[in-house]
């Protein structure tokens, strides 16, 4: 992807996610990242994405009831060839 | 690419083929949990959720023999996992995330287009209502309880194939490559799912932090 060399907060807030699993070139990078350090929006929306991923991360797991466990256990016994 | 599957995988698989109970009980406690939650985005109800995980090991356990560690076990057996959930969102008639079937759902940009600053304008797509630091609400607020509940309502209203994907990579902690290869999508399409479902996460924590 080629961006002009000013980008937009929009143009910044599309390419967040590429940004962060770091698949923009060094250019775009380095664009994205000059205009982080003069944009209090941008900067905010970017750590607000960050906050969303560590708080969709503490969603608790989903237990394995009782019941399902011991279908599984007996299904595992049905198959088990030893 | 890894040409061979971790020791402690091999071993671990070589113990199921065996019939090694306490090997099939570890397995069912490291992914099931992280399964029945993937397996809850496609089809309508717990229930069901919870009989896909049964068909899965099933098919887990008739496979093993099979299975030839190319990729690793982890994205094998979810690749299982998200294959027995479609064709169980096929007999339910729900419609079936990643499929060609599903259609691509068209969706525009990544925040109201109103949070911008239109053509007409001196800076046109810079911020017109930037976000507000959350920081500034009430200590603890982002991490209560309440919050995880929107969340968890929010990531249920998604499109299936977002909600699953962003289940994978922010709940569960899958890495990209995991996902596409359990779901058989391009990094791409993993990518653009992703994004559009943490756009609308964070639109969402936003609106509950204000």
């Given amino acids: 992807m080629r961006l002009d060399r000013e980008i937009t907060c929009a143009q910044v807030v599309d390419l967040v996610t590429a940004y962060l699993e770091d698949v923009l070139d060094a250019d775009d990078r380095e664009r994205v990242e000059e205009h982080l350090v003069f944009c209090d929006g941008c900067s905010t929306y970017l750590d607000q994405i960050r906050q969303t991923i560590a708080v969709t991360g503490r969603l608790e797991p989903e237990d ?12 595992f016994r049905e198959w088990s060839p030893a | 690419m890894v040409a061979q599957p971790p020791l402690e995988e091999r071993r671990l698989v070589d113990a199921l083929r065996a019939g090694d109970e306490s090997a099939f009980t570890r397995l069912v406690e490291e992914y099931g949990p992280a399964m029945l939650r ?37 994205t094998w057996i979810f690749r299982i996992l998200t294959n027995t959930a479609k064709t169980r969102a096929v007999r339910e008639g729900r419609s ?14 990544a925040v109201d ?98």
């Fill in chain 1, 64 to 75: 394995i009831p009782p019941a399902l466990q011991d279908k599984l256990l007996a299904a």
């Fill in chain 2, 38 to 74: 993937v397996a809850r985005m496609f089809v309508s109800s717990r229930a069901v959720a919870e009989e896909v995980v049964q068909e899965a090991w099933v098919g887990v356990l008739n496979g093993i023999g099979r299975f030839e560690g190319r990729s690793s076990l982890k």
């Fill in chain 2, 96 to 109: 079936i995330p990643f499929s060609s079937l599903a259609g691509e759902d068209e969706e525009g940009g």
């Fill in chain 2, 113 to 210: 287009a109103d949070r911008f600053l239109g053509d007409d304008t001196r800076f046109p797509g810079h911020w017109a209502a930037p976000p507000q630091r959350w920081e500034a609400a009430p200590e603890g607020r982002l991490l209560a309880a309440e919050t995880l509940e929107v969340l968890e309502r929010e990531i249920a209203k998604l499109p299936a194939n977002q909600a699953v994907v962003v289940t994978m990579r922010d709940v569960e902690g899958f890495d990209a490559d995991d996902v596409c290869n359990a779901l058989d999508i391009s990094e791409t399409n993993q990518r653009v799912l992703l994004h559009r479902a943490r756009t609308k996460l964070r639109r969402a924590l936003e609106e509950y932090m204000q």
